[in-house]
């Protein structure tokens, strides 16, 4: 069970947190972790899904890869409300990524499932006239291996740059487990793998006028609390300055080289205030 920090500094930045990944007025509450969830504890993939900043970025920054899919960006354009709702997406998201990770395994099977029947009522056609569906196998795999990319390099950005090879392979090797749920394929297994799907891919993704907009709108200040308007501009510097170099380029991103130090900076300070608030400790 989690213990609800004493300090009240503590209790207030927990609380708002909270508030950024839970949609109260649904009734969400913080998902527990559970010890029959789909992995162990203490195993490399509920570990790098735990640190609140790292994934932030690495959120925003997969969002931005896969934007670059046109399929997939279709699909968002066609069928998504992000426009009007871009924190609840994120919030989806994260929920999911929390509920798959740490969740009762049962728990986890019926969003999976729900995620399922949600992707087969979104296709439609591209505006040259070839039909898209989200319940392709090889848009599915993009999808995660922009998420799995973007939530390791964050982790070791920010949390913890000296881990193990052989816990970054099990990383994604056990991110597959609920990739290959969800139907996509292929799914790397290993880094390696991963580097190596990023580079074959990369001749299929599209920096389009489309693209480059909805890249704008992910990184323009939005939010529905202060808190999250007040670190959002840092939030979205941390994660271009993730990106790998040929999606900055495709997306009409800048890196600025001058600020990147104070962006990683403040990122990691603000990772480190939130570990003290949360009661957990960065593992070297």
Do not use: C
Not at 16 to 33: H, K, L, T, Y
Not at 117 to 137: E, F, M, N, Q
Not at 202 to 207: I, P, T
């Amino acid at each position: 069970m989690a213990v609800e920090p004493q300090h009240p500094v503590r209790r207030a930045i927990v609380r708002n947190v909270r508030a950024v990944f839970n949609d109260s007025a649904s009734g969400e509450q913080p998902v527990i972790p559970s010890q029959d969830a789909l992995f162990a504890p203490d195993t490399p993939i509920r570990m790098v899904h735990a640190d609140v900043t790292a994934m932030m970025v690495g959120g925003i920054s997969a969002l931005l890869l896969q934007m670059l899919h046109p399929h997939a960006l279709r699909g968002v354009l066609d069928h998504s409300t992000f426009r009007s709702d871009l924190h609840g997406r994120l919030r989806r998201t994260a929920r999911f990524i929390a509920m798959t990770t740490y969740g009762h395994r049962d728990e986890a099977d019926k969003v999976i499932a729900r995620v399922n029947a949600i992707h087969r009522t979104v296709k439609g056609t591209l505006p040259d006239g070839t039909p898209y569906s989200a319940t392709d196998p090889s848009v599915l795999a993009w999808v995660h291996l922009a998420e799995a990319t973007s939530f390791l390099d964050a982790h070791l950005r920010y949390v913890r740059p000296a881990m193990p090879r052989r816990d970054r392979d099990l990383y994604f090797e056990q991110f597959a487990e609920v990739a290959r749920r969800l139907h996509a394929d292929p799914v790397p297994t290993s880094e390696a793998g991963a580097r190596s799907m990023m580079r074959d891919m990369r001749g299929e993704m599209e920096g389009s006028p489309d693209a480059r907009a909805v890249a704008a709108e992910i990184l323009s200040p939005r939010g529905q609390t202060s808190a999250a308007m007040a670190v959002q501009p840092l939030l979205a510097g941390a994660a271009v300055d993730l990106l790998p170099s040929f999606a900055v380029s495709m997306l009409g991103l800048r890196r600025r080289t001058l600020s990147a130090l104070p962006v990683r900076a403040g990122t990691y300070a603000m990772g480190r205030t939130l570990r003290w608030a949360f009661g957990s400790q960065r593992r070297d």
